[in-house]
């Protein structure tokens, strides 16, 4: 197989990017052209490169992964890791995508690397691209699961055995490595084995799909790299293979077309169901294709789904799917708190999928999103000292929490481990979500502290962001450097912000987003000039849709990107998170902390009333109101931002209170 | 094995019938002393023998039941009945606990025979017995699935194996077909098995306990027909054995210890926890040993333990089990109406349980529960002809409801059928929930048309119960018999009745109930005298506990022992049930009716609000409610008995209505 066109002659080190005739609005950066410098997204950066991902190649040993792997290759000798004597007879261990997570893992570090250079971590890509070597069968087939377990298996069920999802992870790294110029021997097993599948899928007659889509985007990035085209091809071939009954009756009937979005061809369903992660990542595959093929009915369904799924199956924190059973969504409007799923995986895909829309379409709502997710679902899914992870995100925990699958706190790794690796890869790239540029502007998406350069078409720009986000609200942007003439440079207007104000240099800028939801500041930029943009931070209480039943009554607290939540340990003494309701006009009051354990922080105070407690007796249902005639008394109940919750201590937490007064 | 004591002299034909030496403060009847003539409890039992019955002996042979036995008999030419030639080759089918059915279903039979003689339902008791002979061990243990399948894994897997459950089961028919004159042979059988289990776990070295309790009660029962003491001994060794390690870590993490309730002692334990069934029918067994022992500590965290369901994990229609996963109790107040569970096995559970601690205490609060759980999550579960059954019991279902197990609709039969035969012996045995006596009284715990028998120590009595309940509130009980000299009839004061009239004849008499509930007539009754009492059947709005989260904000609609519920069919062209509010003073009218598919009833007529629906566009969240402004028009909704639901579409249904008015 050869290529049938060059790479791109701009190597953009990041995980998107679309190539030159894609139907791109906007382009993208890589995470040597974004860097952050600080602020919660930057902070996630340190203490991933510091702690998670150290943590992450340590598991890889502990959990099973790489002596997997080893078997594979049947070379007892092979290490990937000077400091390792792991035996590697035995069995197999985990799940069968266990090698998934090692892909992971190498996608994180690439970016990393690609961020910061580290020969450590730079030769951990090459021992792994070597063990690899060793495993890959010469037909280019690479399975640690298969090879060791289940020889004859391969293909056979693979609406459960995630050789493609595998696949499709082993790609995604090696294009990370390829563009950030790491070890080039891991793109050559990624490439053999990407061949191999389209002799067996594309070419062959192999009808199949995997359970878990994944390989999709994948391979659509494999051809954005080399630019061979039967990589689209097969992408192509799997999503369209979706829904026409590709995938036979499996052997857990629960997990059903739904679950493994075969239900549906891709054009025709108006919802997302099953499985979260699976819907998304397919979603995110859809919108690429679209990019790559032109094919406008790819990006109209996959809008209509994602304005379906942003209406109605959306948590306040961006977090998506309301089931534990199957990981799934639920029905439109169901969104309990309490027994919320959403998991941080599906957080990661919805963030992958909502960044290609905005890519297709330019429009600022990706953005709020993608901010949404990032600041609440995402990144309350790691600990402060970035060692202990979230797997389901619930917007609230009660006293007695009990949960067969989650301890309802982090935990420091999993025995299906594919959050801890999915959240490193994705924070190692931020850099890659937070601006894009046309051909004569600058796009700031996420207002983070650091610099920013893009290739315009008449020069490259570079930029000094300076913002002490989402703690306070001035942006500050600097122009270091800019080509002659007029260019763009446009600031996304958070749909938060409700009075936003901007100068430039001191002279005041109206505000009138284009209708895409940008700010446009179109000048002969000269170096020095400052942007300053003044978002809202004043702390707002936010009503549910009558719809949503889990929350009807109550109010929940935001400030600027941030869902907040009341955690028990932060309440007066005596007083239970579950007995606390807020008046619609109750003062906040935000003030800055830094709380113990919880880092750096703004809470919020506010005014609350206590109701006594109500005594267990008999059945909890009357004729006639209950809270009317409780007796309250006003308190200070303390709010902290919610993706710190849970730093401290295992006590109740809520992020939708009831709301004053009750009636009846 | 030789009995300790005999039987006690008269035969109750029933299936909870303490011995006389137990602390029950009230003595059951049989199913022959107490016969319902009509209603909906007597129209269950007409469906239930016309219909159910015959459709559960039918399941025996489809779904491989009865194969299974024959199977394990070596035998292919038993036959169980006359016009069946199924095969008996081929392979165990179906899930572990297959016998349970069957013997679930005998025990219906028995009890329906003890009821309505029927000589082909009879037979069937005889020819399962001599199947059951034929499949027997020598030494007494019987299981077709460890037969067939895992002969070397008897008592090896107890968490999961059920051997000791479907054991329990075929104790229980055996004992409901010995207590109405059935064929010996299946008590022989049952026997046998018993006094095996005696040896190995009793009287031999066996630790183990099955992991769903429900031998413990059959033994219980065993011990009540036979007088031997062992039989007492070895259900309290399984009781004791609980939380004390007894099951080790199952293979299935999910389902750890908690799930099979060995996670805490019995007398430690505050509140249920894991699997609903599992953990209702434990509970029968504790205050059955208590009855029997009198053990009060025993009582004491029952007692406890119901206290605290009721008041926290108990849905308004009765039904128990907030989770999908696990099929499981929630945290407190996890009570949420559209993901509820609320197996119809745990309403029949409930009821077991309930019973017994109204037998231990005399307080009329267990028979106000059972009352609810009958007329509501019970009776629910299966269709108006009886051939169609909820597993689960939700008290809302949206119009897109998806779940991977259940599909929002009855079905005829299960996988894992365990409910429908279940239904069965309940119904055929309803006649045993309604009254009790004492030395002196007879007490009405359930408002039935029909008649009761009772032995007093003066003498019998004999009455005729007439009413028209639920549907209207007078119940008229005239004396056909009794003995000389002053008795009481005791009648239940149900809670709902807020305003309750009684005369006796013709004169008033004050209703003033005792301090458990009842209201006590004693005099020197005639024959013919009359008692009238007039039950309160204002339609009535109930308030949900502030507690409840899912369901803050709402009301429902109940009319005497009925919870209503709206079913999108009922409601006016246009309007979705989604968008109906409901003010705490609507007017609320009751109307007969005999709607097409249901069957008699009286629906309520409510004056309710229709919403405009709420496009879809954006995050379902924002500053300000979102309800206040919304314009809404005067509507007539409709409500019917929720346990008449679904007998006509599959659209949208909800118990619990936003309650009007919005604010803000």
């Known amino acids: 197989m050869t290529s049938s066109a060059g790479p791109s002659e701009r190597v953009v080190r990041g995980p998107v990017v679309p190539t030159a005739a894609a139907r791109a609005v906007q382009q993208t950066l890589g995470v040597d052209d974004v860097r952050l410098s600080g602020g919660v997204l930057g902070r996630l950066q340190d203490v991933n490169r510091h702690a998670s991902i150290p943590l992450g190649l340590e598991q890889l040993e502990t959990a099973g992964n790489l002596d997997n792997l080893r078997l594979a290759a049947g070379s007892a000798g092979t290490d990937v890791s000077a400091d390792t004597d792991a035996s590697v007879t035995g069995e197999f261990r985990g799940p069968v995508f266990m090698d998934s997570d090692l892909y992971k893992q190498l996608e994180a570090v690439a970016w990393d690397v690609g961020r910061i ?204 799917g309301s089931r534990h059973a199957q990981e799934a969504f639920g029905d439109r409007y169901e969104l309990p708190p309490d027994r919320a799923y959403a998991e941080t995986c599906a957080a990661i895909a919805s963030i992958h999928w909502s960044w290609r829309l905005l890519l297709a379409t330019g429009e600022a709502k990706y953005a709020d999103l993608i901010e949404r997710t990032l600041y609440n679902a995402f990144a309350a899914s790691t600990s402060v000292d970035g060692l202990r992870f979230f797997y389901v995100n619930p917007l609230q925990r009660r006293p007695d929490h009990y949960e067969a699958d989650d301890p309802g706190r982090r935990r420091e790794w999993f025995e299906c481990a594919c959050c801890p690796p999915n959240i490193m890869r994705l924070v190692s790239s931020l850099g890659h979500y937070v601006a894009t540029h046309t051909s004569g502007a600058v796009y700031i998406h996420q207002f983070v502290p650091g610099t920013v350069r893009a290739p315009l078409s008449s020069g490259p720009v570079e930029l000094t962001v300076r913002t002490d986000l989402p703690w306070s609200g001035q942006v500050t942007i600097t122009v270091d450097q800019g080509p002659e003439g007029e260019w763009t440079l446009a600031l996304r207007v958070p749909s938060w912000s409700t009075t936003t104000r901007a100068r430039v240099g001191d002279e005041p800028a109206p505000v009138e987003p284009d209708e895409h939801g940008y700010l446009l500041l179109t000048r002969d930029w000269q170096r020095g000039d400052t942007v300053t943009f003044e978002l809202d931070l004043t702390p707002r209480l936010v009503h549910p849709h009558p719809r949503i039943d889990a929350v009807r009554g109550t109010v929940a607290l935001e400030r600027g990107p941030l869902v907040y939540c009341f955690e028990q340990v932060d309440q007066p003494d005596g007083i239970e998170v579950a007995d606390l309701a807020i008046a619609p006009g109750a003062r906040l009051r935000p003030v800055e902390a830094e709380h113990g354990g919880v880092g750096r922080t703004v809470v919020i105070e506010v005014e609350a009333t206590a109701l006594a407690g109500d005594p267990v007796a008999g059945l909890p249902y009357r004729s006639g109101p209950r809270d009317a005639d409780r007796p309250g008394r006003e308190v200070v109940a303390t709010a902290i931002p919610h993706f710190q919750w849970d730093n401290r201590d295992g006590g109740a937490m809520r992020v939708w209170m009831p709301r004053l007064p009750f009636h009846g």
């Not at 691209?129 to 056979?156: C, F, H, M, W």
């Not at 899928?201 to 999709?216: K, S, Y």
């Open 117 to 320: 250079p580290d020969p450590a971590l730079a030769e951990f890509i090459t021992a792994s691209a070597k063990l690899l070597t060793d495993v890959q069968l010469d037909d280019g087939y690479l399975n640690s699961y298969i090879q060791t377990v289940d020889p004859r298996g391969r293909y056979e069920n693979l609406s459960f055995t995630h050789e493609m999802y595998c696949a499709g992870h082993l790609i995604q790294a090696a294009v990370a490595s390829a563009r950030v110029g790491g070890d080039p021997q891991l793109l050559e097993v990624a490439r053999r084995f990407a061949d191999h599948l389209v002799e067996v899928f594309l070419r062959g007659e192999h009808p199949g799909i995997d359970g878990h889509p994944e390989v999709e985007t994948a391979l659509v990035e494999l051809y954005r790299l080399t630019g061979e085209r039967a990589y689209l091809d097969l992408a192509s071939r799997f999503v369209e293979r979706r829904g026409v009954g590709s995938i036979g009756d499996p052997p857990n009937r629960n997990r059903g077309a739904r679950y493994l979005q075969d239900h549906l061809p891709v054009r025709e369903a108006d919802t997302l169901v099953g499985h979260a992660v699976r819907a998304l990542y397919l979603e995110a595959a859809i919108v690429d294709l679209y990019l790559e093929t032109g094919d406008e009915s790819l990006l109209e369904c996959s809008v209509r789904r994602w304005e379906d799924m942003v209406a109605t199956k959306t948590y306040l924190t961006g977090g998506l």
